[in-house]
């Protein structure tokens, strides 16, 4: 056990800082890239000639094969060299929004918006592998992932911010031209502080079985969660293709207990925690990210506020966000992740309940500002607290594909949050319409009611958390990789 504690400090060198704020740097990037669009909407409607139905394919693209490829990505990254996938999921997401910037036609940006997605399930989970591998387990990982989850909470606040800085600035198309500019940075970066990998061993008996059915069940499965709230969730469609997905992910699992080299080796949740951690954030982010396309909603279209007003307005949420994720990654050598993640939760619930109450004629001081307040104190925390024990104990050759099974746990519960909030309000409003109320009781009662779940959300996450592993220190990284039985010979 002695191993692991004398292992000099990595983040203590120049080179481990670098290497931590390059690997921020692309998760905030790809993080940034669903949020960063929604303020822009109106504006991208009327220049590309968008219908409104149409238009709902702008987020819902990069959500679908972000969340759909995330598997695959991760794992990818483990058979085939993270440096490498990391640097072909970053040139995507390159290429791709520049491509988007100058799009035309409503297609073309949809078609970027989709291939955004796929950089992204490339560059994050390779992304988040490294860092797991770089950092020793125990203050230095902590430290790391401190910042990992600091760009998690961030980027949800910042994108509104930036959407709305660059929509009422120079345009629209340069919500889209960001990851241009910063993209040859971040390739400099990676060439200069990500180690080459030597040789691959070859990949015997390629999982390509596997591979098809992942993807295909959870790309039919986002799709699925994207389209409900339009379509219908009790219509035929929709049951078909939720029916559908879960036959292709069921069709998966006994595919992978069958085939000699599974994609995704189900031995991983023998890792004490990972799956309850895996659970906490997903079961988290159904309640917290729909906050902000109901909250964009309420200031634009009810208080009346503009792009620009409305991205400053979730300036004290980041800047909160940020204090929460420096707190929480020196809570976690005192008190592990198992209560920070509880109360992390807690404490966001709370402030989502405090949004839950605002009014028709609502205040930013005092309806808004205390909840955003809270969410910002609460967040970060619980990002950082899962992310840590979402990986405690992972052995470097699994690193990927629990970094993707994180990331695609945060996607799905994101878009499954939006569909069944975006359910509730709507029932809420029509509700409220069909009871003679005015349009803008009925549409804030709406908002009011899907809040006030997604607390509800936070709540249950923050119970889920109870059941994870309590990883504290450099001990409880010991007892973690006790844990993981070895693999077998080959």
Do not use: C
Not at 54 to 71: D, E, F, H, I, K
Not at 135 to 155: I, Q
Not at 427 to 447: E, K, W
């Amino acid at each position: 056990m002695s191993t692991l504690t004398s292992q000099p400090s990595v983040l203590a060198t120049r080179r481990g800082k670098l290497t931590l704020a390059l690997l921020a740097a692309v998760a905030f990037l790809d993080f940034v890239d669903g949020p960063i669009v929604n303020v822009a909407l109106p504006s991208i409607r009327h220049a590309l000639h968008f219908s409104v139905q149409g238009l709902q394919w702008v987020p819902s693209a990069y959500l679908l094969t972000y969340g759909g490829l995330m598997l695959l990505g991760g794992r990818a990254a483990d058979l085939f060299g993270r440096r490498r996938v990391l640097l072909a999921g970053v040139v995507v997401i390159g290429v791709a929004s520049l491509i988007g910037g100058f799009a035309q036609t409503s297609g073309v940006l949809i078609g970027a918006r989709l291939a955004q997605g796929v950089g992204a399930a490339l560059s994050l989970p390779a992304a988040l592998s490294i860092l797991t591998t770089t950092f020793s387990e125990g203050k230095d990982r902590n430290a790391a992932l401190g910042a990992w989850g600091a760009v998690g909470g961030l980027a949800s606040a910042a994108g509104v911010l930036l959407g709305g800085v660059l929509t009422a600035g120079p345009g629209w198309r340069w919500v889209m031209f960001v990851n241009p500019v910063a993209v040859p940075l971040v390739l400099v970066g990676i060439f200069r502080l990500i180690g080459r990998e030597g040789p691959r061993p070859r990949v015997q008996n390629l999982d390509v079985g596997g591979a098809v059915l992942v993807t295909a069940g959870m790309l039919l499965l986002v799709y699925a969660l994207v389209k409900a709230p339009d379509v219908g969730w009790g219509k035929t469609r929709t049951i078909a293709e939720l029916a559908g997905a879960a036959a292709l992910l069921v069709a998966f699992v006994v595919n992978e207990l069958r085939v000699k080299n599974p994609l995704a080796p189900l031995s991983i949740f023998r890792i004490n925690g990972l799956g309850f951690a895996d659970a906490t954030q997903l079961i988290g982010f159904v309640g917290f990210l729909a906050i902000f396309f109901f909250l964009t909603l309420y200031m634009q279209n009810v208080l009346g506020y503009s792009a620009l007003h409305t991205g400053l307005a979730y300036l004290p949420l980041t800047l909160v966000a940020i204090v929460g994720a420096g707190v929480g990654s020196q809570a976690l050598n005192r008190v592990g992740t198992r209560p920070l993640m509880f109360v992390g939760a807690l404490i966001t619930a709370g402030g989502i309940f405090w949004l839950s109450r605002i009014p028709v004629h609502g205040s930013y001081v005092s309806d808004l500002l205390p909840g955003m307040l809270l969410v910002g104190l609460g967040i970060t925390p619980m990002f950082v607290a899962v992310a840590t024990a979402a990986n405690a104990g992972v052995p470097a050759d699994k690193a990927g594909l629990a970094a993707s099974l994180l990331n695609a746990s945060q996607q799905l519960g994101g878009a499954l949050g939006l569909a069944i909030l975006t359910a509730v309000a709507t029932s809420q409003t029509h509700h409220q319409l069909a009871a003679h109320s005015s349009p803008s009781h009925a549409l804030v009662s709406g908002f009011q009611h899907a809040l006030f779940i997604g607390a509800i959300f936070l709540v249950a996450a923050a119970f889920i958390a109870l059941r994870a592993t309590n990883t504290r220190g450099e001990q409880s990284a010991h007892q973690a990789l006790e844990a993981v039985p070895e693999p077998a010979a080959p």
